[in-house]
C-alpha cells in the first residue's frame, strides 16, 4: 500500500491531548519547595517520591502498550488522561508521605495508559512525515509539562497547598473538547505483529536507544526536580522558581519541535549524538551561575538536550517496524522509568555535597549517551533497509 503523505488530523488532536495531560503531570516538583516544609520531606525523601511517581507513570507502559497492540487503544487515549488531572490536582491535599505516594502512583498510571499509545497513533499516522508528527506531538507534552508550573506554582503560592483540587476543574474541561472527537481505532497490531519476542532481531540498535533515553532522562528529570530548590536556597520565590523552571521546560519543547524535522532531513543518529554533546556543557555551566544567566544557558541546554525526544521514538520505530505500542513503551515507559531511578540518588548527593555540585556532576551524563549513539545505523531512510511486515495506515473502527 503506497504511504499516505499527509498527516492524519488526529495528529493535532493528540498533541493537544499531550499538552493538558502533561501539564498537570508537572505538578509535582514545582510544588516541592511548598510540599518540602509541610510533611518535612528530606531532598532523599523527596527524590524518592519522585522515582516512585516516575516508575508509575513509565514502566506501566510496558503493560498498556503491549495491551494497545492487541485491544482498542480509544480507551487508553481517552480514560488515561482523565484519571491523570483528576487524580494529580489532589497533590496539595496529601497530609502524609504515603498519601502523596498513593496520588502519585495513581495519578502517573493514567499517563502510563496514554503515553505509549498515543505515541503509536502518531508514528502510524503520520504518513511521509513521521519525523514532523511525532515532534508535533512530543513538542505538546512538552510545553504542556513547560507550562504547568508557571501556572500552578503561583496559584499555589497566593491560595496555598489545599486548593489544589480546584486545579482539575479547567484540565477536565480542556478534555472534554479534545477528546469529544477522538475516534474509534483498531488495535495496533494485528495477526502475529506486535510483542517483545518480534523485536528480538533488533535487540542491540534497540537497547541502546533505550540507554541514551535512560541517561537523558536521569538528566532532564534531576534538573526539573531540583533547580527549584537550588533557586529557592537562593533567595527566590517559589512562584519565580517556576517560572525559571517553565522557560527550561519551553526551551526543551521547542528543541523537540526542531530535532524531528531535522532528523527527517540529516538523519537521526547525527540529530541524536550532536544535541547531546551540545547540551552537557552547557547544563553543567548554567548550575554554577546565579539570576537569570543561569536560567537562559539551562534553557540553551535543555533545548538541545530535548530535541532528541521525538527523534529517538519515531528512529526506533524504524528499527523496529512491528508492534507500535511496544516499541513505544520501552522508549517511552520503561527508558523513562528506568532514568527516574536516579532521583533518590541525586536528592541524597545534593544533601551531602550541596545541589549545585550535584546538578554539575548529572549535566555531564548527555556525552555518555552520545557515545551510545555511535554503533546506530546511519543515514535518513532507516525504513529504506528494513521489511515491514504490519505497514499501513491505521484502521478506524
Known amino acids: 500500500m503506497a504511504e499516505r503523505s499527509d498527516m492524519d488530523p488526529v495528529v493535532y488532536r493528540l498533541a493537544s491531548t499531550h499538552f493538558i495531560a502533561d501539564a ?3 505538578l509535582y516538583a514545582p510544588l ?19 522515582m516512585i511517581y516516575q516508575l508509575a507513570g513509565s514502566v506501566a507502559q510496558l503493560v498498556f502498550g503491549r495491551v494497545a497492540d492487541r485491544w482498542r487503544p480509544h480507551a487508553f487515549l481517552v480514560a488515561g488522561p482523565i484519571v491523570s488531572v483528576t487524580v494529580l490536582s489532589l497533590v496539595g491535599m496529601a497530609w502524609t508521605p504515603a498519601t502523596l505516594a498513593g496520588v502519585l502512583v495513581i495519578g502517573g498510571l493514567g499517563g502510563a495508559a496514554f503515553h505509549p499509545t498515543a505515541a503509536a497513533v502518531v ?16 513538542t505538546g507534552g512538552s510545553i504542556g509539562y513547560a507550562v504547568g508550573p508557571l501556572l500552578f506554582a503561583p496559584y499555589v503560592g497566593r491560595f496555598g497547598l489545599t486548593s489544589t483540587p480546584l486545579l482539575a476543574l479547567p484540565g477536565l474541561a480542556l478534555l472534554a473538547l479534545v477528546l469529544r472527537g477522538m475516534p474509534l481505532m483498531r488495535p495496533l497490531a494485528s495477526g502475529s505483529g506486535g510483542g517483545y519476542l518480534a523485536l528480538r532481531p533488533f535487540a542491540k540498535p534497540l537497547f541502546l536507544l533505550w540507554l541514551i533515553v535512560v541517561l537523558r532522562t536521569m538528566t532532564s528529570l534531576s534538573i526539573a526536580t531540583f533547580v527549584p530548590v537550588l533557586l529557592t536556597t537562593r533567595g527566590w520565590s517559589v512562584g519565580m522558581a517556576g ?3 517553565s522557560v527550561y521546560l519551553a526551551a526543551g519543547g521547542l528543541g523537540g519541535f526542531a530535532g524531528g524535522p531535522l532528523a527527517d532531513r540529516l538523519g537521526p543518529k547525527r540529530v541524536i549524538a550532536g544535541s547531546l554533546v551540545l547540551a552537557a556543557p552547557l547544563l553543567a555551566a548554567a548550575t554554577r551561575l546565579t539570576d537569570w544567566p543561569l536560567v537562559a544557558v539551562l534553557a540553551l541546554g535543555g533545548f538541545f538536550l530535548q530535541s532528541t525526544l521525538p ?20 522508549m517511552l515507559g520503561f527508558a523513562w522509568g528506568t532514568g527516574g531511578l536516579m532521583a533518590p540518588i541525586v536528592g541524597a548527593a545534593a544533601d551531602r555535597i550541596g545541589i549545585g555540585t550535584t546538578l554539575t556532576a548529572v549535566a555531564f551524563l548527555p556525552l555518555l549517551a552520545a557515545a ?9 531512510k532507516t525504513e529504506s533497509a528494513v521489511r515491514r511486515p504490519d505497514e499501513r495506515a491505521l484502521g478506524r473502527v
Open 311 to 330: 527523534v529517538n521514538v519515531t528512529f526506533a520505530h524504524q528499527i523496529a517496524p512491528t508492534g507500535a505500542a511496544t516499541v513505544s513503551s520501552l
Open 372 to 380: 551510545c549513539s555511535m554503533p546506530l545505523p546511519s543515514g535518513a
Open 32 to 50: 516541592l519547595p511548598a510540599i518540602i516544609p509541610k510533611l518535612s520531606l528530606s531532598l532523599a525523601t523527596a527524590g524518592t517520591l519522585a
Open 243 to 245: 517560572v525559571a523552571v
Open 24 to 26: 498537570y503531570s508537572n
Open 123 to 138: 508514528h502510524r499516522q503520520g504518513g511521509s512525515r513521521r519525523g514532523l508528527a511525532m515532534a508535533i506531538h512530543i
